[in-house]
């Protein structure tokens, strides 16, 4: 499943060039990660572990709306492993894109735990159970 949010680019959000400041950026995908995380692998004790190599192909200005994309890629042992692309809704231009993001499920320990998922669950598939 893919998961999408939008996110409009606010004053605040800029860098001194006028265009979305790149930490604003990443600080949205690391938060929208680690909530698709919690929520899949059903556990508030999520964290990011890893951040493949980053590339800003694209900048967004003040008013501009982006698109934040993420999907799995795998499932671990103990972690998740997802995929990211942020696109500028108003231009149809990518702006960024993470082919890995691991998050990485932990126990009471604070140490990696396996979490037992094997696939993509939905809130139906849990009802059900």
């Known amino acids: 499943m893919i998961f999408y949010i939008r996110k409009w680019i606010y004053l605040e959000d800029l860098n001194a ?15 929208e990660a680690a909530l698709y995380a919690i929520v899949q692998l059903e556990n508030a004790k999520v964290v990011t572990k890893y951040m493949s190599e980053i590339n800003f192909t694209s900048a967004a200005k003040q008013g501009d709306i982006v698109e934040i994309e993420i999907d799995v890629v795998k ?32 126990g009471d320990d604070e140490k990696p ?9 939905f809130v139906d598939d849990r009802i059900k159970k």
């Open 17 to 31: 060039n006028g265009t979305l400041f790149g930490g604003k950026l990443l600080a949205w995908i690391d938060e």
């Open 113 to 121: 735990k396996s979490h037992g998922k094997t696939q993509i669950e």
């Open 75 to 106: 499932f671990a042992r103990s972690s998740l492993v997802l995929k990211c692309e942020v696109r500028n809704m108003m231009t149809r231009a990518t702006i960024i894109t993470i082919e890995n993001i691991t998050m990485v499920n932990l």
